[in-house]
């Protein structure tokens, strides 16, 4: 679904398979590192699926499509710049595919606003970092097994740097007044993501 996806995408604005098809390659192989754990296909997979559930309500699915495919493309543990080199990444593969300006600076948007998940005043990126959050509200099951797979990735600090830096992120979230922007997700996924989020601290 992944590649099907990103082949009908790119196919709107390019007709250069070749590049195409090594844009994708390079996606898989970015996301297939051995280093990741959490940040795989099964990451842009979920949240796939939980923008399809948002669709209707989003005015430029294309954007969020490409957003999606390269917000977490550049992903270091020890860096503080992700979310920045992503967006640069993505900038110079879209304009390879020769997308409009205004689209290329909108996914930046989204794919920076990932660093914070801080209430935006662009709707689209409201659900897309809601979706990328999603996670959080999930069933505990799930939950811990997502965080299980953020420890592997950042097996390279031991629990002593490991611990407070974890519950500084989850207190963070928990200090917001709506973790979710908007009412959809806010409305499915806030009480659940709340509970798991203090179940977490506490086991630190």
Known sequence: MLKETFIDLAKQYSDNDHLINGLWEEIV????QKDRHYHTLAH????????????????????VLFSLYYHDIVYDVKASDNEKQS??????RMKQLYLPEEMIEDCKK????TKTHLQ?????????????L????????????YTEKVRK???????????????????????????FKTDYFHEKLEA???QNILKEIGRY
């Open 29 to 32: 192989a970015a996301y297939s």
């Open 44 to 63: 842009l997979d979920h949240l796939y699926s939980r923008l399809l559930e948002v669709k209707s309500l989003i005015s430029n699915w294309d954007t």
């Open 87 to 92: 967006a640069q990444f993505a900038e110079e």
């Open 110 to 113: 989204q794919i920076l606003a």
């Open 120 to 132: 935006n005043e662009h709707s689209d990126t409201n659900y897309f970092t809601d979706a990328d």
């Open 134 to 145: 999603s996670v959080l509200g999930e069933d505990w099951e799930t939950y811990r097994a």
């Open 153 to 179: 990735e950042y097996a390279v600090y031991p629990d002593l740097l490991y611990n407070p830096g974890r519950k500084k992120v989850l207190r963070h979230f928990l200090e917001m007044e709506k973790i």
């Open 192 to 194: 659940t993501a709340r």
